[in-house]
């Protein structure tokens, strides 16, 4: 049965995850506070997609994933009141201004802030490791790009493990919701490398077998 995926914020993230969603076969309903702004991009996406307030796309929602900036995060899912149990994947990072490192870190994480600001939420991290010009293209010639992903609820989990994993990405299942302590950090080195030491925006990790 088709679900319906909210997605709250529609810059780089959410409108690159909203094009792979809906060409996946889900509905999206994006959440954002001046809708009228994203109106062009839900036509050019078609497939039904709509774009309304914050609390309108959640109300619609199975899941929903947070992509706006960290700042407006904790304020974006109280704002929403009770989340009656849905799954709310976090994409974010508390990213300090000018990339200065990250906010929030090592006793805590953005995703445990969060599940703190969002009552009755099962949330789950994900996309967060990696640039949004990857979750555009996750297929590299050495494979699928990494994505961990992390929560305490172990149905809300393996739920997103599947919505990653059919858009493209190596969804990998890193445990409780805490281990989002490691997965900011991480995407910091994702970062450094694309924007400071040079590497630009088109490589990412990968998970190597034996
Ligand atoms: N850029 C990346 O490659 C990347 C990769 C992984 C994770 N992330 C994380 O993903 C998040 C979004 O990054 P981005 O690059 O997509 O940012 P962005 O392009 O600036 O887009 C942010 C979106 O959030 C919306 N927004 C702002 N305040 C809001 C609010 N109070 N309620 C609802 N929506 C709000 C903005 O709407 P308006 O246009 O109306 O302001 C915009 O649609 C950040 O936390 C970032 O750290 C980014």
Redesign the pocket.
């Known amino acids: 049965m088709q679900m319906t995926i909210a997605i709250?914020?529609?810059?780089?993230?959410?409108?690159t995850l909203g094009r792979r969603i809906a060409a996946s076969g889900e509905a999206v309903y994006f959440?954002?506070?001046?809708p009228a702004?994203?109106a062009r991009l839900a036509t050019e996406i078609g497939a039904g997609t709509k774009v309304g307030s914050?609390a309108e796309a959640v109300a619609a929602a199975d899941i929903a994933i947070l992509?706006?900036?960290?700042g407006?995060?904790l304020?974006?899912v109280r704002?929403v009141g009770d989340w009656h149990g849905r799954i709310l994947v976090d994409?974010?990072?508390p990213?300090a201004p000018g990339l200065a490192g990250l906010t929030v870190g090592t006793t805590s994480s953005g995703a445990e802030e969060i599940a703190r600001a969002a009552r009755n939420a099962r949330v789950v991290k994900a996309?967060?490791?990696?640039?949004?010009?990857n979750?555009a293209r996750p297929q590299y010639p050495g494979g699928a790009v990494f994505m961990p992903v992390c929560g305490d609820d172990p149905q809300a989990r393996t739920r997103v493990l599947a919505l990653v994993t059919r858009i493209g990405f190596d969804a990998v299942d890193c445990g409780p919701l805490s281990a989002a302590r490691y997965l900011e950090p991480f995407?910091m080195t994702w970062i450094h490398l694309a924007l400071r030491q040079g590497l630009g925006?088109d490589f990412a990790f990968g998970l190597l077998r034996r």
């Open positions: 709250i914020g529609a810059g780089n993230v959410g409108g959440g954002v506070p001046g702004k994203y914050v992509a706006v900036p960290y407006a995060a304020e974006t704002s994409a974010t990072n990213i996309f967060n490791t990696t640039g949004y010009d979750m995407a925006r």
